[in-house]
């Protein structure tokens, strides 16, 4: 099994910045790629951003540009910075992992608001 933590999110003024951080834990598995999903209140979940265990990155086409995804291997977390925030992009962020089987995993999400 695989835990993944979500952290960092808030309410933001728009133009701000966030970062949040999934952290993972649990059994030594074999991940193919991390990465960050948002589902917004009435819409489906959609891409954010991932990045696979070489490095390759992937974005959504309404972060680019805006958001980074990096990872730091020794402490098994990924991040996703977020800059010059719109209203568009409340919603809820989900963390997952894919792995070489293909299972996945998701996190308990967390809540990002944009607003004045």
């Known amino acids: 099994q695989v835990q993944l933590v979500e952290s960092g999110g808030g309410l933001v003024q728009p133009g701000g910045s966030l970062r949040l951080s999934c952290a993972r834990s649990?059994?030594?598995?074999?991940?193919?790629?991390m990465g960050w999903y948002r589902q917004a209140p009435g819409k489906q979940r959609e891409l954010v951003a991932t990045?696979?265990?070489?490095?390759?990155?992937n974005y959504g086409d309404s972060v680019k540009g805006r958001f980074t995804i990096s990872r730091d291997i020794a402490k098994k977390t990924v991040y996703l910075q977020m800059n010059s925030l719109k209203p568009e992009d409340t919603a809820v962020y989900y963390c997952?992992?894919?792995?070489?089987?293909?299972?996945?995993?998701w996190g308990q999400g967390t809540q990002v608001t944009v607003s004045s």
């Open positions: 997952n992992a894919r792995l070489y089987s293909n299972n996945e995993y």
């Open positions: 649990g059994s030594i598995v074999s991940i193919y790629a």
């Open positions: 990045i696979t265990s070489a490095s390759s990155t």
